[in-house]
């Protein structure tokens, strides 16, 4: 049964995070250690939690000495190439403090469309679960073409949180929730809870203001309903509430799950 509110993430038996590429590169890259300290805590309680990662390309950027993420294909999977390694470790080695193993998972979309690569999918990540192993997910882009992406890692997190069958999808970013217009202009407000099916076409809601992101609010809303649709509800805010958004918190916008 979908769950009714925030507060039951708390007890939440299966739940998926996603966080965005500049929550945890660049100046924010030593918010990895808070976001991992919040999925430890959820883990030592027996609750099972998979990560849904960005971050790969924004973590190479600056090591390959470049100065913003780049336009063409090829750059952009060489980025990838050199980032996945590193953001991996910079997760492992955040995680070793609790004794607890992460495993990273690599995914295109055509591995989810398939009946047999998402079944593999599912049952590799439901074996890391039992092992207690964290899993760590992220678009394969060092192979993945226009023809195979998911688009976004948002897209993405909302698919693997149906394939896991996750009770709820957290999805994290730079702001605390969705607002009725961008949250910089002056008289915005926060929109608390959005009902499973309501049309927000009445609000502003844009894209990235990040430049090294994908996303934006736009594509979290589009998540947002593949999840619901499926019964998952979905919690939207800053990976600087990811303390509070496990443990139940009135925070962020919910949005709420058919049935």
């Known amino acids: 049964m979908a769950l009714q509110s925030r507060s039951e993430i708390s007890t939440a038996k299966r739940v998926v995070i996603k966080v965005g590429s500049s929550s945890i590169s660049g100046k924010n890259a030593a918010k990895i250690a808070n976001l991992v300290e919040a999925m430890a805590k959820a883990h030592k309680s027996g609750q099972e939690v998979i990560l849904v990662t960005s971050g790969a390309i924004a973590t190479a950027i600056p090591l390959l000495n470049l100065e913003s993420r780049p336009d063409d294909l090829a ?5 990838a190439s050199v980032g996945q390694g590193r953001l991996i470790a910079r997760y492992q080695d955040s995680l070793e403090r609790y004794d607890i193993i992460a ?9 989810l469309e398939g009946s047999e690569t998402s079944a593999n999918a599912k049952s590799a990540m439901q074996r890391l679960l039992e092992l207690r192993v964290i899993p760590i997910v992220n678009e394969n882009d060092t192979v993945a073409t226009a023809e195979i992406r998911f688009g976004d890692n948002d897209r ?48 502003d809601i844009g894209g990235s203001s ?3 992101g994908t996303g934006g ?20 805010t800053s990976a600087d509430n990811v303390s509070l958004a ?14």
């Open 217 to 236: 609010a736009v594509t979290k809303v589009a998540a947002a309903e593949i999840a619901t649709k499926a019964g998952i509800a979905v919690l939207l």
């Open 156 to 203: 993405l997190a909302a698919l693997v949180a149906v394939l896991v069958e996750a009770d709820a999808l957290i999805l994290l970013s730079d702001v605390d929730a969705l607002y009725d217009m961008p949250p910089s202009q002056t008289g915005a407000k926060r929109i608390e809870t959005v009902g499973f099916g309501q049309d927000l076409s009445s609000f």
């Open 246 to 259: 496990l443990g139940g918190e009135a925070i962020g916008t919910w949005f709420e799950a058919k049935g």
């Open 103 to 111: 495993g990273q998972v690599l995914l295109t979309a055509q591995d």
């Open 210 to 212: 990040s430049d090294v």
């Open 75 to 79: 750059t952009s999977q060489a980025l």
